[in-house]
């Protein structure tokens, strides 16, 4: 059964400083991985998405990797802004068409 | 138009009430998900429609009936609530099953079981 983990769970940065957020996965067995951002209470809003045969994906100050053997991806947001505050959730795409989810990253970017 | 839209974006109902959520989109998706998240939960799966045919069904609680009317517009019945059923309820599209498109969710309708 595939499982997602993201690591931190939290992440409190000041505005300017890059962001790392990881995720990684037990089965590599997967079709694509999506980073998706989630406000309060609010629905997901898909911010990349990488197939399964690339190494990453850019868009503007975001870039996420994926190394697929190992089973993990990182998404790094540039320049962090206190509008980039959220929680990050991954999600690898499998078999059945069925998105497997991580448990998220909280992140608070400070003024 | 890029939107999933969602009704009501709350809803308060007690155990023993009948109520319906709504989910629209125009982007001519052909297939149409309902996932159910808790509270710092990730969301979980729990339907997928294609081309207006119910094809994932995650062991979903017959209390939870969904509905494909067309292929704009899912709905989600609710009849004999529990509690613990109290979660947000996203809806999501894609334009189809295919497992390597992008899917686009809606804000989700914040459900309280009384």
């Known amino acids: 059964k595939q499982e997602v983990t993201q690591i931190p769970a939290a992440l409190s940065v000041p505005e300017g400083e890059n962001l790392v957020l990881n995720c990684s996965f037990t089965d590599s067995a997967i079709y694509n991985l999506q980073w998706f951002r989630q406000d309060p209470g609010k629905g997901l809003t898909s911010l990349l998405l990488?197939?399964?045969?690339?190494r990453e994906q850019t868009s503007g100050r975001l870039n996420a990797s994926l190394d697929k053997s190992s089973g993990r991806s990182t998404l790094y947001i540039a320049a962090s802004q206190p509008g980039d505050s959220a929680t990050y959730l991954c999600?690898?795409?499998?078999?059945?068409?069925?998105?497997?989810f991580g448990g998220g990253t909280r992140v608070l970017v400070k003024p | 138009d890029t939107e999933v839209t969602q009704t009501p974006k709350h809803l308060v109902m007690g155990m023993t009430n009948k109520k319906s959520l709504k989910c629209e989109q125009h982007?001519?998706?052909?297939?149409m998900y309902w996932y159910k998240q808790k509270a710092k939960k990730p969301p979980e799966l729990m339907f997928v429609y294609s081309y207006e045919k119910l094809s994932i069904n995650e062991s979903v609680p017959s209390r939870f009936s969904p509905e494909c009317p067309n292929s704009s517009l899912l709905n989600l019945h609710l009849h004999a609530l529990q509690p613990e059923d109290s979660a947000l309820y996203l809806c999501?599209?894609?334009?189809?099953?295919?497992?390597?498109?992008?899917?686009?969710f809606g804000s989700g309708t914040q459900l309280s079981v009384l």
């Open positions: 999600a690898v795409q499998a078999a059945g068409n069925k998105l497997t």
């Open positions: 999501a599209s894609s334009p189809s099953e295919n497992i390597r498109e992008k899917l686009f």
């Open positions: 990488i197939q399964s045969s690339q």
């Open positions: 982007m001519g998706h052909r297939a």
